[in-house]
């Protein structure tokens, strides 16, 4: 019914195979509102001692803590190209 229609949204057998991503959409992206969300939660053996929730800026985590196993959270509306931890700021700018 609906190819008889024309409204598939396209022609059939007209793409490459490989052209089109599988279990992708043709939806439009939504814009973002102008302010970006992201929020980082920092694990020191299990138990949670810092979120981060600001993007590009030298965050200084409490002190106090000698974990054996660190683990980091990440999620929001933009990409992560990288998350990174030093013991010193100069670690960091030599990264």
């Not at 229609?5 to 599988?22: E, H, K, Q, R, W």
């Not at 992201?38 to 993007?55: E, H, L, N, P, R």
Request: proline share 3%; glycine share 12%.
């Amino acid at each position: 019914m609906l190819i008889a229609a024309g409204s598939i949204s396209g022609d059939l057998g007209s793409d490459v195979v490989g052209a089109t991503a599988v279990g992708g959409d043709i939806l439009t992206p939504i814009p973002s509102a102008g302010a970006s969300t992201v929020s980082v939660g920092v694990y020191a053996d299990g138990a949670k001692i810092a979120t981060i929730s600001q993007a590009n800026v030298i965050k200084r985590l409490p002190s106090g803590f000698l974990a054996r196993t660190w683990e980091i959270e990440a999620f929001g509306d933009v990409d992560i190209a990288q998350i990174a931890m030093a013991t010193t700021v100069d670690e960091l700018k030599a990264m």
